[in-house]
């Protein structure tokens, strides 16, 4: 299987920035997606192609991948902002997926 | 917008077989790979495999060959048999839509099954 690592929870302040980080092997060779989820809901994608933003996800929502790791970054994060957010790439057969990130936003 | 809908039974007994079906309406599925993941409660999501089409097929070593797709391309549907289901089965189970190497930009509103005797 595909391993992504992620961390298991981010806090932050209304208005401020919270980054999520993703690592796995050779990351920088392939697209990452991130995705929110919130409690009892299916997941959305808010970035696709390491830093694309689908219509409808807002401008807060950026993406990077620097092949070590990708990031996630949600800029003036919002109390509506508080979800489980996971990453996403695809290995040589399989798919991978983060053991997600809990942000609260507090 | 296309719309993914799951269905099956909600509860399996142990050792016996998992079957999900996909109904994919307001688009064809004659496009893109369709995938099946599913989540444990409380825990991470998990790729099971995906199909083509055309029935070719790529399943997540891991499941070590419990698992079987197909399609039914008349009445735009992806199944999922898994065989010899334990409680750690138990799942939130999904479709969704993706193209090999991109997002899945698509998925269905997930279906929850409880594997118990």
């Known amino acids: 299987s595909y391993d992504l690592t992620q961390p298991p929870s981010v806090s932050v302040s209304p208005g401020q920035t919270a980054s999520i980080t993703c690592s796995g092997e050779?990351?920088?060779?392939?697209?990452v997606s991130w995705y929110q989820q919130k409690p009892g809901q299916s997941p959305v994608v808010v970035i696709y192609?390491?830093?694309k933003r689908p219509s409808g996800i807002p401008e807060r929502f950026s993406g990077s991948n620097s092949g070590i790791s990708a990031t996630l970054t949600i800029s003036g994060t919002q109390t509506v902002d508080e979800a489980d957010y996971f990453c996403?790439?695809?290995?040589?057969?399989?798919?991978?997926f983060g053991g997600g990130t809990k942000v609260t936003v507090l | 917008q296309v719309y993914l809908q799951e269905s099956g039974p909600g509860v399996v007994t142990p050792s016996e077989t998992l079957s999900l079906t996909c109904t994919v309406s307001?688009?064809?599925?004659?496009?893109?790979?369709w995938s099946w993941i599913r989540q444990p409660p409380g825990k991470g999501l998990e790729w099971i495999g995906y199909?083509?089409?055309?029935?070719?097929?790529n399943y997540n070593p891991s499941l070590k060959g419990r698992v079987i797709m197909s399609v039914d391309t008349t009445e735009n549907q992806i199944s999922l048999n898994l065989n010899f289901v334990t409680a750690a089965d138990t799942a939130v189970y999904f479709c969704?839509?993706?193209?090999?190497?991109?997002?899945?930009?698509?998925w269905g509103q997930g279906t929850s099954v409880t594997v118990t005797s």
């Open positions: 996403q790439a695809w290995g040589s057969t399989t798919v991978g």
């Open positions: 192609q390491d830093n």
């Open positions: 050779k990351l920088g060779d392939r697209y």
């Open positions: 199909i083509y089409f055309n029935g070719y097929t």
């Open positions: 307001r688009g064809s599925i004659s496009t893109y790979y």
């Open positions: 969704a839509r993706a193209e090999v190497g991109d997002a899945f930009d698509v």
